[in-house]
């Protein structure tokens, strides 16, 4: 029998997924990843979730930005070329944000592409509102995109021809993150998590590890909020222990792999939605040309508009 995707197996519809309750009318089909955008543009424009939206099972999308200064647009799905993956919303979480008053773009409290930009955050692990706390880059000169792609859920890595999606759970996430070793650390041989260090991130939160190994971690430059140290060469020096030493994987997968403090590891988002990731980072030019269909929705926020999502 077929699974929804709460349950993290195959696919199965929006009405057996219980986001829509028996009797409501039915649901338009989000099918595409341009009728995607159409959808959250109508959502943030409602006064209320009315209108109800099902999203196509085949449809997922990551929110990214770009520095206008310099670029006019993303290269590669994750923003930039340098991320050796992506991380998605499945279909369950982008139809929350089409219908769900209390955390979607359609709530009648949310009547700017600023605002829906905060509730994407929640929703996918970037912003924490009760703890005061968002990993979203300052508005400007940063232009905020959701990109919407087709893909399917395989738990494998994808190939040229098409994009698949794996769930991060800690055991999948350890597994490939000597993969990435070749996209962000040069000419470093990979490795495989020892069982230490595999028990050490799947039962230890990020804080709790920092006071651990505090003094580790602060010589390579991190803090109990912020574990990204985009050096490379320092973790090349010590590649031998980066499937060892817990403090320096979690250190490498927060660097180049964008497992910040929020992340949990169960293959939820500290939001309550599914997660997925896709590897390696597929160039803009490959998905325009490839089978995989892609949406670039401009988060159009006015130069005015201020944008605190962790007030």
């Known amino acids: 029998p077929r699974e929804c995707e709460a349950a993290g197996g195959v696919w199965c519809g929006a009405q057996a997924s219980g986001l829509f309750a028996a009797g409501e009318p039915p649901a338009e089909l989000v099918d595409s990843p341009e009728a995607f955008g159409a959808a959250l543009s109508r959502a943030v424009a409602s006064a209320g979730c009315q209108e109800r939206f099902s999203v196509s099972e085949d449809l997922f999308a990551t929110l990214t930005s770009y520095d206008a200064q310099s670029s006019s647009g993303i290269p590669n ?92 759970t800690w055991p999948n996430l350890l597994s490939i993150m000597g993969d990435t070793f070749k996209f962000t650390l040069g000419d470093v041989p990979r490795c495989s998590p020892t069982e230490e260090v595999m028990s050490k991130l799947m039962t230890t939160p990020y804080r709790q590890l920092f006071e651990e190994f505090r003094g580790e971690m602060e010589a390579f430059g991190a803090t109990g909020e912020n574990c990204k140290v985009m050096l490379p060469a320092l973790f090349a020096e010590r590649a031998e222990q980066l499937c060892s030493n ?35 980072n597929p160039s803009m030019a490959s998905l325009l040309q490839g089978p995989s269909d892609v949406h670039i929705f401009e988060l159009d926020i006015p130069a005015g508009e201020q944008v605190n999502c962790a007030a």
Request: proline share 7%.
């Open 246 to 280: 817990p403090a320096l994987a979690r250190l490498y997968l927060c660097s180049f792999l964008d497992v910040n403090p929020l992340f949990e590891g169960t293959g939820w988002t500290s939001g309550g939605i599914r997660e997925y990731i896709t590897i390696p």
């Open 77 to 168: 799905l994750a923003g930039v070329p340098g991320k050796p993956l992506a991380w998605l919303a499945g279909p369950r979480g982008l139809e929350a944000l089409l219908n769900n008053e209390s955390t979607g773009c359609c709530s009648a409290a949310v009547a700017t592409m600023g605002q829906c930009l905060c509730r994407i955050g929640e929703a996918v692990g970037l912003v924490d509102r009760q703890a005061h706390i968002s990993y979203l880059q300052p508005w400007y000169p940063h232009r905020y995109v959701y990109a919407t792609v087709r893909a399917t859920l395989t738990n494998r890595t994808s190939d040229s021809d098409a994009l698949q999606a794996l769930v991060p």
